[in-house]
T-cell receptor, first 111, second 113 residues
Framework: GIQVEQSPPDLILQEGANSTLRCNFS?????LQWFHQNPWGQLINLFY???GTKQNGRLSATTVATERYSLLYISSSQTTDSGVYFC?????????????FGTGTQLKVEL | NAGVTQTPKFQVLKTGQSMTLQCAQD?????MSWYRQDPGMGLRLIHY???????DQGEVPNGYNVSRSTTEDFPLRLLSAAPSQTSVYFC????????????FGPGTRLTVL
């Protein structure tokens, strides 16, 4: 089946540090999204990025669909960035109806 | 727009009880789906619907029923709850094209004793 792998699984940062989260996928992607799940469990849409680069404040994301990976950059991290970051995609062989999630990167930002 | 709404936020059931998790969206999205999230894992698809009157199974459909009588509502029914169904349930919606992003509700935390 389709595999979506995220790395690293866990990450601890000091406030103000930068980080890069990676998402590798095993098939051609229709749609790729990045989510932040905050400590209260809420899923927040960060980026819808099937290809190319987007930026939103301190966050940016790049998807290279031909090489089957996506990156999420967090700059000048803050304690409110803590939580789990998921990438998820719909894929050509999945029929486009199923969003397949990676297992997430657990991020903790410390003072 | 309220987006995707779910009720209840929390629920505790005894084994064998039945209940319905409610999901509604006001974005006129054709596609709606239910996911469950277990500890330390990403979300897994339970059932989905591509429009009123049309539903299909996802990755983990056993023990759950759905129906879609209107565009706005997509309830998830547990007919006979089991402890293995203890999880957090998320409802999502998007417009028809598979190239459009999905929007998630706030989740329902269900515990089955």
């Amino acid at each position: 089946g389709i595999q979506v792998e995220q790395s690293p699984p866990d990450l601890i940062l000091q406030e103000g540090a930068n980080s890069t989260l990676r998402c590798n996928f095993s098939d051609s992607v229709n749609n790729l999204q990045w989510f932040h799940q905050n400590p209260w469990g809420q899923l927040i849409n960060l980026f819808y990025i099937p290809s190319g680069t987007k930026q939103n404040g301190r966050l940016s994301a790049t998807t290279v669909a031909t090489e089957r990976y996506s990156l999420l950059y967090i700059s000048s991290s803050q304690t409110t960035d803590s939580g789990v970051y998921f990438c998820a995609g719909t894929f050509l062989t999945g029929g486009g109806n199923k969003l397949t999630f990676g297992t997430g990167t657990q991020l903790k930002v410390e003072l | 727009n309220a987006g995707v709404t779910q009720t209840p936020k929390f629920q505790v059931l005894k084994t064998g009880q039945s209940m319905t998790l409610q999901c509604a969206q006001d974005m006129n999205h054709e596609y709606m789906s239910w996911y469950r999230q277990d500890p330390g894992m990403g979300l897994r698809l339970i059932h989905y619907s591509v429009g009123a009157g049309i539903t299909d199974q996802g990755e983990v459909p056993n023990g759950y029923n759905v129906s879609r009588s209107t565009t706005e509502d997509f309830p998830l029914r547990l007919l006979s709850a089991a402890p293995s169904q203890t999880s957090v349930y998320f409802c999502a919606s998007r417009s028809r094209s598979s190239y459009n992003e999905q929007f998630f509700g706030p989740g329902t935390r269900l515990t089955v004793l």
